[in-house]
């Protein structure tokens, strides 16, 4: 693996109308530099929601400049459309990403549980829980979108932990 130079990681839970993200920087403990979630117009057309999750996370990658976008890979899903709805928007994901030359990683729901709570089996409230503790947050993040997206990015942190240099 190569050094990473960048110590910014942008953490997706990818969806339709809720994408959930988490931008965060290494430091100790990570420091939160902007979470939320990406405001897509719920009535628009899917093509026009594409649009509009593509040039918000541009938006983000332009003013934070993260040097790894990283993001839940999804393996199981109950409702068909929602599994190419969800494949499209992660297709407009990596199509920003390679635009914008940042690195993609991806992560199993075990290892983003493991990561972040010690156990691949944790629940969402385990998992909003030690979000918090280990950003030092005064409160949980909420909805469960934004809690998911920061948890990947400590887990893409905790995974490549040795590679980032300190600031």
């Given at each position: 693996?190569?050094?990473i130079?960048?110590s ?6 990818l969806?339709?109308?809720?994408m ?6 290494s ?17 628009a057309p899917f ?12 938006s ?14 999804v ?29 993609i ?12 709570t010690?156990?691949?089996?944790a ?17 949980a993040?909420?909805p ?24």
């Open positions: 693996m190569k050094k130079q960048s910014i990681v942008l953490g997706i839970d969806g339709t109308t809720r959930g993200f988490g931008i965060l920087q430091n100790d403990p990570p420091r939160v530099i902007q979470q939320g979630i990406v405001p897509v117009s719920g009535s093509s026009v929601q594409l649009d509009e999750i593509y040039r918000y996370v541009q983000l990658l332009d003013t934070h400049n993260p040097n790894i976008i990283a993001f839940e890979d393996f199981f899903v109950k409702n068909k459309k929602t599994a190419l709805d969800i494949a499209s928007v992660r297709g407009v994901i990596l199509l920003v990403a390679a635009h914008s030359k940042v690195e990683v991806r992560y199993t729901p075990l290892q983003v549980k493991q990561a972040v010690g156990w691949g089996r629940d969402k409230k385990q998992v909003q829980s030690m979000v918090q503790t280990i950003l030092k947050l005064p409160e993040p909420k469960d979108d934004v809690s998911d997206a920061l948890a990947v990015a400590l887990c893409c942190l905790h995974s490549h932990q040795s590679l980032i240099e300190s600031q």
